[in-house]
């Protein structure tokens, strides 16, 4: 798939690598993340390919990358993701966090979003330097 040129939505109909999508996702966000003085890292192997009727999908980590990044400074954020049998985990590693309430309110408005979808979002170390965030998903969305 090709790079995303700004004015492109990501609304996906076909299949696109997760490692993609994060790749997109963080190149819309790398303004934001400047700013705040953050360094984003895609760690998404390319094994992981969503398939076809993905849009909740992408919504849903579109808007969870851009409440970390947003919530962040002068930190470290790295990405990978999982899959198992039934389930694709995106981890989502905020090290430096210094607005731990804050972006756990943020993703707090995304999760019923994630849970209509099936998936779920999680949050580990909320109150300490490095933070863990995880989004669920069925594997369906896989191809």
Known sequence: MEKY???????LHTGISLQQLVCNLIDRSRPVALHNRTHVVNQVG???????DNENVVSVIRD???AIIENSCDGEIYIWAEKYSDVIMLLIEERNNNKGFALSFSIGSIEPYAARIGG???????????????FSFPARFAA
Do not use: Y
Request: glycine letters at 10%; charged letters at 20%.
């Open 5 to 11: 040129q700004p004015g492109t939505p990501l609304v």
């Open 46 to 52: 390319r094994e992981l390919v969503l398939g076809f």
């Open 64 to 66: 969870l990358l851009s």
């Open 120 to 134: 779920h979002i999680s949050i580990e170390g909320i109150r300490q330097r490095k933070t863990l965030i995880s």
